[in-house]
């Protein structure tokens, strides 16, 4: 097979990935127009239509997705050979592009990478702030970081650790309404995670096995979790958030913890990457490093 040859299927990936040929030539550093003539000359060559285009953008015929699922595993692998080889001895270089959100990112994430590039001084880093789990193949992204029950995915992960998370409202709001009973918070007005498809429905349980079942309806929404806190400050009502990010507030009574013998499910914190069991050198390193200093 030619060179040529190989440099159409890539140019065709790209824009199967990319969504658009624009994208995909600035990702190739090619034209939008040799783009084109490449998936076109690709599809001349096998003698088959690979791409629908219309108004709306691209659709893969049924030949288009078995050549995208056939070669995409060929071209990351080959990528992977040739970034592991050039990185022996641990040596990493290249660019490392990793997501997060902003505030697990501000809080834990970006003093660690600025660590890590100080034992790996020739790696680039990109960090990008809540882009989603679409964007590790869209935009070639290498690493996600989440945090809670991970939704049903084909793309690989790895868990990180795990982190309490509790019940809060502000000293003002409480004046206002207090509650004297478990059973009260099915009834009071939630500030809730967008993000999470059941956001304020919970089981609570005590420290004597006892449980609670929360089913609450949220009269607030935010899909922010620096949001969420700061709707709660302001006594819009209670809240669900992660312990660490509300440690500080609560120790200066800006906060209150509700209910404190209660306890809720530890959230999970799931670093996530797209490939097969050959995950490229850097991404492996850098899961491993976070594995042996992400303390809470």
């Not at 690493?143 to 000293?171: F, Q």
Request: overall charge neutral.
């Amino acid at each position: 097979m030619s060179f040529n040859y190989l440099n159409r299927i890539q140019t065709f990936l790209a824009v199967v990935d990319c969504g658009s040929f624009t994208r995909a030539a600035e990702r190739l550093f090619i034209s939008k127009a040799m783009a084109s003539i490449h998936v076109k000359s690709l599809e001349e060559i096998l003698n088959v239509p690979l791409l629908i285009r219309n108004t709306r953008g691209i659709t893969l015929t049924e030949a288009g997705e078995v050549l995208y699922n056939d070669f995409q595993e060929i071209f990351f692998n080959i990528q992977t050979s040739i970034e592991n080889i050039s990185d022996s001895h641990r040596s990493l270089s290249g660019t490392l592009s990793i997501t997060s959100t902003a505030e697990f990112g501000e809080e834990f994430l970006l003093p660690l990478i600025s660590e890590f590039c100080k034992l790996h001084p020739r790696l680039d880093i990109c960090y990008y702030a809540n882009s989603s789990l679409n964007d590790l193949v869209s935009e070639r992204l290498d690493l996600a970081i989440r945090l809670g029950t991970l939704r049903d995915s084909a793309l690989k992960s790895r868990k990180l650790g795990s982190y309490a998370i509790v019940i809060v409202a502000s000293p003002e709001w409480l004046k206002n309404n207090p509650i004297q009973s478990v059973d009260e918070l099915n009834s009071v007005p939630w500030i809730a995670n967008s993000n999470l498809q059941t956001p304020t429905q919970w089981t609570l349980y005590n420290n004597r096995k006892e449980e609670f079942e929360l089913r609450a309806m949220a009269r607030y929404h935010s899909n922010s979790s620096s949001s969420i806190k700061a709707m709660t400050q302001a006594g819009l009502g209670v809240a669900i958030l992660p312990e660490w990010m509300v440690k500080k507030e609560i120790a200066k009574k800006e906060l209150v913890r509700l209910f404190p013998n209660y306890n809720l499910p530890e959230q999970d914190i799931t670093i996530v990457f797209a490939g097969d069991h050959r995950i490229r050198l850097k991404c492996r390193v850098f899961i491993d490093y976070l594995i042996q200093n992400l303390h809470f």
